[in-house]
Protein backbone atom coordinates (compact mmCIF):
# COMPACT_ATOMS: atom_id res chain seq x y z
CA UNK A 1 0.00 0.00 0.00
CA UNK A 2 1.52 3.29 -1.24
CA UNK A 3 1.73 6.24 1.14
CA UNK A 4 -0.32 9.40 0.10
CA UNK A 5 1.78 12.62 -0.55
CA UNK A 6 0.81 14.79 1.70
CA UNK A 7 0.22 17.95 0.29
CA UNK A 8 -2.83 19.96 1.99
CA UNK A 9 -2.18 22.19 4.71
CA UNK A 10 -4.66 22.32 7.85
CA UNK A 11 -4.49 24.78 10.48
CA UNK A 12 -6.44 24.41 13.36
CA UNK A 13 -6.63 26.69 16.35
CA UNK A 14 -6.06 25.70 20.22
CA UNK A 15 -4.95 27.04 23.37
CA UNK A 16 -1.04 27.11 24.13
CA UNK A 17 -1.79 23.83 26.74
CA UNK A 18 -3.19 21.84 23.84
CA UNK A 19 -0.46 22.59 21.53
CA UNK A 20 1.86 21.84 24.69
CA UNK A 21 -0.12 18.64 25.08
CA UNK A 22 0.46 17.42 21.20
CA UNK A 23 4.15 18.70 21.32
CA UNK A 24 4.65 16.45 24.11
CA UNK A 25 2.72 13.53 23.33
CA UNK A 26 4.17 13.46 19.82
CA UNK A 27 7.84 14.04 21.36
CA UNK A 28 6.98 11.23 23.62
CA UNK A 29 6.21 8.85 20.90
CA UNK A 30 8.83 9.93 18.90
CA UNK A 31 7.33 11.73 15.91
CA UNK A 32 6.36 14.96 14.49
CA UNK A 33 3.51 16.48 15.84
CA UNK A 34 1.93 16.45 12.34
CA UNK A 35 2.35 12.34 12.21
CA UNK A 36 1.09 12.37 15.85
CA UNK A 37 -2.45 13.69 15.07
CA UNK A 38 -2.11 11.67 11.61
CA UNK A 39 -1.78 8.75 13.31
CA UNK A 40 -4.40 9.52 16.05
CA UNK A 41 -7.19 10.26 14.07
CA UNK A 42 -6.33 8.04 10.84
CA UNK A 43 -5.08 4.73 13.01
CA UNK A 44 -6.99 5.08 16.59
CA UNK A 45 -4.29 3.13 17.76
CA UNK A 46 -5.18 1.46 21.22
CA UNK A 47 -3.77 2.69 24.53
CA UNK A 48 -1.26 0.97 26.38
CA UNK A 49 -4.00 -0.05 28.74
CA UNK A 50 -5.84 -1.40 26.03
CA UNK A 51 -2.68 -3.09 24.67
CA UNK A 52 -2.06 -5.02 28.13
CA UNK A 53 -5.65 -5.06 28.00
CA UNK A 54 -5.66 -7.05 24.76
CA UNK A 55 -2.44 -9.38 25.96
CA UNK A 56 -4.44 -11.00 29.17
CA UNK A 57 -7.47 -11.34 27.05
CA UNK A 58 -5.12 -13.65 24.94
CA UNK A 59 -3.11 -14.65 28.07
CA UNK A 60 -6.51 -15.82 29.20
CA UNK A 61 -7.88 -18.11 26.36
CA UNK A 62 -4.55 -19.49 25.93
CA UNK A 63 -4.42 -20.70 29.98
CA UNK A 64 -8.52 -21.47 29.07
CA UNK A 65 -7.94 -24.04 26.64
CA UNK A 66 -4.89 -25.32 28.03
CA UNK A 67 -7.30 -25.94 31.42
CA UNK A 68 -9.94 -27.29 29.54
CA UNK A 69 -7.82 -30.05 27.82
CA UNK A 70 -6.27 -31.02 31.03
CA UNK A 71 -10.06 -31.51 32.22
CA UNK A 72 -10.83 -33.16 29.71
CA UNK A 73 -7.46 -35.46 29.97
CA UNK A 74 -8.65 -36.04 33.89
CA UNK A 75 -11.99 -37.06 33.45
CA UNK A 76 -11.21 -39.70 30.72
CA UNK A 77 -8.60 -40.95 33.40
CA UNK A 78 -10.58 -41.00 35.97
CA UNK A 79 -13.66 -42.82 33.50
CA UNK A 80 -11.26 -45.58 33.15
CA UNK A 81 -10.15 -46.03 36.61
CA UNK A 82 -13.97 -46.16 37.40
CA UNK A 83 -14.18 -48.82 34.70
CA UNK A 84 -11.11 -50.82 35.78
CA UNK A 85 -12.65 -50.56 39.38
CA UNK A 86 -15.94 -51.69 38.20
CA UNK A 87 -14.95 -54.73 36.27
CA UNK A 88 -12.96 -56.12 39.14
CA UNK A 89 -15.75 -55.95 41.57
Same mark, same amino acid.
Given at each position: ??????? =????????? /??? +?? #? $?? &????????????????? =????????? /??? +?? #? $?? &???????????????????????????????
Amino acid at each position: MEAAVKT =ERITILGTP /EFK +AF #L $VR &EAKREGMSVSQFVRQRC =ENKPQTQDE /EIL +AT #L $VE &EVRTATAKASASLENGLSDAEQVLAELRRKA
